[in-house]
């Protein structure tokens, strides 16, 4: 500091000119320069350094105003009516192609029958037989909220969806405005969210994947804070949003790990013990699951996992790199990172960067993951969390880039790239708008019909399915599932290497079914028992999306055979079907 009396002692002076105080009016020497700096040269420059600082609050007072769009929460006001009113168009889209509205997957329906029975006081896809068929306990549970309130109205779970949406967009502008992105950058996050993720299609299909972005967006966020030692983030909240993270969905636990790495790189024991959070939902339940004879983990992880393997092959990891290739947003959201963390890294310190670098760790651990032990695909929902992880990333990457020393930043060929892959991204994220328009047509004519036939052939009736949902809750009949997701034994013969028609049809005849509506071939069934007299098939064009382009109806009680052959005869399944009879 220049000593008290010239008149600078107010104001540090620049790198440069630091000295060491003077000493009994000895002369100072400058650092930089071999002279001797006298106390009229420091006068001189304190008075510089006074200067620059009016100049630099006079310019701070003259800095253009954010956009009227951007001051204070207004853009996450936007963002949350742009999802709704996104939704909205979509719903209407859905409705006037199909005549009412229906969703994307026929998961949802499997979702809305089990909250449909567990108001009833049991968990499962028939009443009273429990079935562990939902990775989402506490989606389950929301969905059992909603329809105790509204009924089993097919409208719940999108609403639930669209609400925790709108949620979701104001919360990621309140981060925006917290790691102090620049309003451009804000909007550039919100209009990721709504078309690179895409965050209104995950509301669409009327499941939890909605929440598993918001909470894996907000684990993150919590874990790098504590991780770094900033205010604000503290460990009861980190712990709470561990456990709400893999209550919404297992793979909440990669994200747990990645945050986990992170707080022993940065010796945060507190923070890995907040971790631990993690097991209660785990533990409750596996305690509920073997205590009804089921495995630990939801019959749906174990039916489209490798956990339905015997021995140590259920463990080991099984990447799905040819499904990876077919999620392009997810290949380029991975690239995008990638590329803009590198560039960060040549641009910025490693001080300067802490966030940023913390997050695009965050992501790739987790990328690593999902892509060794999960799966990718089946309407953009399993990877939307990974897309809104890296879209996270890169913005702070971006953001960093953007305020280095003008000499570092990168070149134009390098931030050409960067437009190049997220334009690719937000054309692809617009075409997802009309593959998901698609699918809700192809349930419609196809897993909605078969409920349709299914309660005007055989009510009442048990019936064989791999497609459960719609059959179950529209249908409003009972299933034996031939894929397992509502059955054990088949999860268990599947587990053993026992698994064939014979087994199949074991199961039907336990169970009592009437009819069968199945895709007749592998994975979906294991083969078709012999005693099973065909009704007929139904035949879709080329390019249908949906379960399969060819359903086989089957008669299991020889004394409906003729009459489930009639009403086969009878019924309209529409206009793009092709009727095959029975011989």
Request: net charge neutral; hydrophobic share 50%; glycine share 8%.
């Amino acid at each position: 500091m220049v000593p008290r009396g010239l008149g600078v002692e107010h104001h540090p002076l620049p790198h440069h000119l630091k000295r060491q105080p003077l000493r009994d009016g000895a002369p100072v020497a400058s650092r930089q320069q071999d002279r001797v700096v006298q106390p009229r040269d420091a006068e001189r420059a304190g008075r510089r350094v006074s200067q620059a600082v009016r100049d630099g609050e006079h310019g701070a007072a003259n800095a253009p105003a954010d956009p009227w769009w951007a001051r204070g929460s207004r853009l996450g006001y936007l963002g949350a009516a742009a999802l709704a009113v996104v939704v909205a168009m979509l719903t209407a889209l859905a409705v006037a192609a199909n005549g009412e509205f229906n969703y994307a997957l026929d998961d949802a329906y499997i979702h809305l029958r089990m909250a449909e029975n567990l108001t009833g006081g049991v968990l499962g896809i028939n009443p009273g037989e429990f079935a562990s068929a939902s990775s989402s306990p506490i989606w389950s549970a929301l969905l059992a909220m909603g329809v105790a309130i509204a009924g089993p109205k097919i409208g719940v779970p999108l609403v639930l969806a669209a609400l925790a949406g709108v949620i979701t967009m104001w919360g990621v502008d309140r981060w925006s405005r917290s790691v102090d992105l620049s309003p451009y950058e804000r909007l550039g996050v919100m209009v990721g969210m709504l078309v690179v993720v895409p965050l209104p299609l995950m509301a669409m299909l009327g499941m939890e994947h909605v929440l598993q972005v918001a909470t894996a967006l907000l684990l993150v966020h919590l874990g790098v804070e504590v991780s770094n030692g900033r205010r604000g983030a503290t460990l009861a909240w980190l712990a709470a949003a561990a456990l709400l993270a893999t209550s919404v969905r297992l793979e909440g636990a990669f994200v747990v790990l990645a945050i986990a790495v992170l707080m022993i790189l940065r010796r945060r024991w507190d923070g890995l013990v907040a971790l631990a959070a993690v097991a209660a939902p785990i533990v409750v339940v596996a305690a509920i699951n073997v205590g009804q004879g089921w495995p630990v983990v939801p019959a749906s992880v174990v039916a489209k996992s490798g956990l339905s393997e015997s021995g140590i092959a259920r463990f080991l990891p099984a990447p799905h790199g040819e499904q990876f290739v077919r999620a392009p947003r997810l290949v380029i959201a991975t690239f995008l990172c990638g590329l803009t963390w590198y560039l960060a890294h040549r641009a910025v310190s490693r001080a300067q960067r802490q966030r940023s670098r913390a997050w695009s760790m965050a992501f790739f651990i987790v990328f690593f993951l999902h892509y060794c032990y999960a799966q990718f695909g089946w309407l953009y929902r399993y990877e939307a969390y990974l897309v809104a992880l890296a879209l996270f990333a890169t913005a702070l990457n971006v953001h960093d880039l953007v305020r280095a020393p003008l000499e570092r930043r990168p070149s134009r060929v390098a931030w050409c790239a960067v437009a190049v892959l997220a334009l690719i991204a937000t054309v692809d994220g617009l075409g997802a708008y009309r593959n998901t328009l698609e699918s809700t047509a192809a349930v419609h004519d196809q897993q909605l019909t078969m409920a349709r036939f299914a309660a005007e052939a055989c009510p009442g009736c048990r019936v064989v399915a791999n497609d459960i949902g719609a059959l179950a809750f529209a249908g409003d009949v009972e299933v034996t599932d031939a894929v397992g997701l509502a059955d054990v034994r088949v999860l268990e013969a599947k587990r053993d290497g026992t698994y064939d028609s014979t087994a199949l049809d074991r199961f039907a005849t336990d169970d009592g079914a009437a009819l069968a509506i199945v895709y007749a071939y592998p994975p979906w069934v294991p083969g078709v028992p012999l005693r099973w007299e065909p009704i007929g098939k139904w035949h879709y064009p080329d390019g249908f999306n949906a379960g399969g382009r060819e359903v086989s109806f089957f008669s299991l009680d020889p004394a409906r055979t003729d009459e489930l052959r009639a009403a086969f005869d009878e019924f309209d399944p529409g206009e793009i079907v092709t009727v095959e009879p029975a011989d």
